[in-house]
């Protein structure tokens, strides 16, 4: 696994801020809320949870200038946000009267190497957790692919190869993303295959970067196993660090 750091307190006047990075890829981000807000059009029995991803225009080697609210900020905003949702106890925050409580998450990637969501939902975890947002687990994610590598680098991601990205709750073992969807029905037709007999043990992946590759189920499986095993780790990382940043605020307020 790629070597990984973390900072809480990146950003000064949000309620919770971390920064995050997964070998050369640095993201960094920002919770604000839980806070009041007057939603007429959306009226809810429990808090809402806003997600906005964003990469800097000096994030990779491409200068080009990146349209605000493009189609891939808009599909990896809604990924984050949901994946978020499943592990933010947004029941405990209800809405007063008219008013409605709102978690704001924005996220930006400073530097590009591949696994960004990945490193994206590390990030947001870090800063929710900063901001003192109850939250069943944490939510943590890995990539790994199909070149014995774990949080793939963008040379690796390029190489065409198939790859996944797994969210996880570790302490709950439940899964909260599983990119690309392609890999769920894999794994769901060779659970079937199994019982069965009557599935093929290669199983071609639907459209995506890598469409014309073909994963063995073996292979798989250890795909698989290396992205559970780098959540889990990475789960363990963040825990220390927000064990270390108590002691640092106990010490500092004299407890």
Do not use: W
Not at 8 to 16: C, F, M, Q
Not at 22 to 46: C, D, F, L, W
Not at 47 to 56: I, K, N, P, Q, T
Request: charged share 20%.
């Amino acid at each position: 696994m790629r070597q990984i750091r973390a900072e809480i307190g990146a950003v000064s006047k949000a309620d919770g801020s971390a920064m995050f990075e997964m070998g050369n890829t640095k993201v960094i981000a920002a919770v604000y809320g839980p806070r009041e807000v007057q939603n007429r059009s959306q009226i809810s029995n429990h808090a809402l949870v806003r997600c906005e991803y964003s990469m800097a225009n000096f994030s990779t080697g491409d200068r080009m200038r990146k349209s605000k609210g493009d189609r891939r900020s808009t599909e990896i905003s809604l990924v984050i946000r949901q994946t978020m949702e499943a592990s933010i106890l947004t029941h405990l925050l209800p809405r007063s009267q008219l008013l409605n409580l709102q978690i704001d998450i924005y996220v930006q990637v400073l530097q590009a190497d591949g696994g960004t969501r990945s490193a994206c939902i590390n990030a947001a975890t870090l800063a929710l957790a900063d901001a003192g947002i109850p939250m069943r687990d944490l939510v943590t994610s890995c990539s790994a692919g199909y070149l014995n590598s774990t949080n793939l680098n963008y040379v690796e991601d390029s190489a065409g190869g198939p790859d996944v990205t797994l969210g996880i709750l570790p302490k709950l073992d439940k899964v909260t993303l599983l990119q690309p969807l392609s890999i769920f029905f894999q794994v769901l037709l060779s659970v079937i295959g199994r019982e069965s007999g009557g599935v093929e043990a290669v199983i071609p992946l639907l459209p995506s970067k890598a469409m014309d590759s073909k994963l063995p189920i073996d292979i798989l499986e250890n795909v698989m196993q290396l992205a559970i095993e780098g959540c889990k780790a990475i789960a363990n990382y963040i825990r220390e660090i927000l064990l270390e940043n108590t002691k640092q605020l106990e010490y500092r307020r004299g407890v």
